[in-house]
């Protein structure tokens, strides 16, 4: 879900206008850094709650 999003913003940035390396380095910086974190949270959220992570892990 959340790479969809990131797909999203960036067809949104791209129907804007041409976009230059630069800015386009500059977007994936930004969206870089929150996907590990991320990651670290569900991994957390599985450690910590084992029961719930077993009814969520098919809705993924």
């Known amino acids: 879900m ?3 999003d990131l797909r999203h913003a960036f067809h949104g940035s791209r129907q804007g206008g041409p976009i230059p390396s630069r800015e386009k380095r500059e977007l994936r910086d930004h969206s870089l850094p929150p996907q590990p974190p ?3 949270d569900h991994g957390k959220m599985k450690v910590d709650d084992s029961n719930r ?3 969520t ?3 993924f």
């Open 38 to 40: 991320l990651r670290n």
């Open 53 to 55: 992570v077993l009814p």
């Open 2 to 4: 959340l790479t969809m």
């Open 57 to 59: 892990c098919p809705a």
